[in-house]
């Protein structure tokens, strides 16, 4: 199995700012993937991420809104970049070992 | 493009009994993935069962089982002998085979009640 922490499990940000959440697998992996889970909502990919090249959106989500960083096998970022209230979601990462694993999520709520 | 619709947004069983939860799914791949996630209060995601498409069997794992029914698009999680700790959010998830990414259903609110 694979074991994902995020930092942090949650903040409270004022609007026009950025946050970045870290994701940490204690396996090296080749994909990892991130979430938006927004509230009562159901999860939504954002990005999938690879190590040594820039990260794959989907439909509705751009670079400039939500960077991402995978500088090695078992670490990536998400960047939500000047946020405003409509990014208030649970941001979860999730990595491929045999089966999906899913991080804790990170709580944003964005003021 | 896959889409996965879970029809039921809240139920709630007591202890002890069966309670089925309903997924269908939409595809033109023939071979895939189907799961189904768990949410508790405290967010971790956990995997409660997979099923393979391809598998006419369908997947057993101690209270939980499927009914897989590939033509009709339907993959609905059954809980037997239900208890309070199965009390979370479950999500129906699609994948195809190497695209390793998951779409989910919106989701079923389960309460187990004591």
């Known amino acids: 199995s694979a074991v994902i922490s995020q930092k942090p499990s949650r903040d409270i940000c004022q609007r026009g700012t950025s946050l970045t959440i870290q994701c940490q697998v204690d396996?090296?992996?080749?994909?990892m993937f991130w979430y938006r889970q927004q509230p009562g909502q159901s999860l939504t990919l954002i990005a999938t991420?690879?190590?040594?090249?820039?990260?794959?959106?989907e439909s509705g989500f751009v670079i400039d809104k939500f960077p991402i960083s995978r500088p090695n096998l078992t670490f990536s970022t998400l960047t939500v970049s000047n946020m405003s209230p409509e990014d208030s979601s649970i941001y979860l990462c999730?990595?491929?070992?045999?089966?999906?694993?899913f991080g804790p999520g990170t709580r944003l709520t964005v003021l | 493009a896959q889409t996965v619709t879970q029809s039921q947004p809240e139920m709630s069983v007591q202890e002890a009994e069966t309670v089925t939860l309903s997924c269908t799914y939409d595809?033109?791949?023939?071979?895939?993935?189907l799961f189904w996630y768990k949410q508790p209060p405290s967010r971790q995601m956990i995997l409660v069962i997979r099923?393979?498409?391809?598998?006419?069997q369908n997947a057993t794992e101690n209270r939980f089982s499927v009914n897989f029914q590939k033509a009709a698009k339907s993959f609905s999680l059954k809980i037997s002998d239900s208890q309070l700790g199965d009390t979370a959010m479950y999500f129906c998830?699609?994948?195809?085979?190497?695209?390793?990414?998951?779409?989910f259903g919106q989701g079923t609110r389960l309460t187990i009640n004591p």
């Open positions: 595809t033109s791949e023939s071979n895939y993935y």
């Open positions: 396996s090296q992996v080749t994909m």
């Open positions: 099923q393979e498409a391809y598998k006419q």
């Open positions: 991420a690879n190590q040594g090249s820039e990260a794959t959106y």
């Open positions: 999730s990595v491929e070992y045999a089966e999906q694993f």
């Open positions: 998830a699609f994948m195809k085979p190497g695209a390793q990414k998951l779409v």
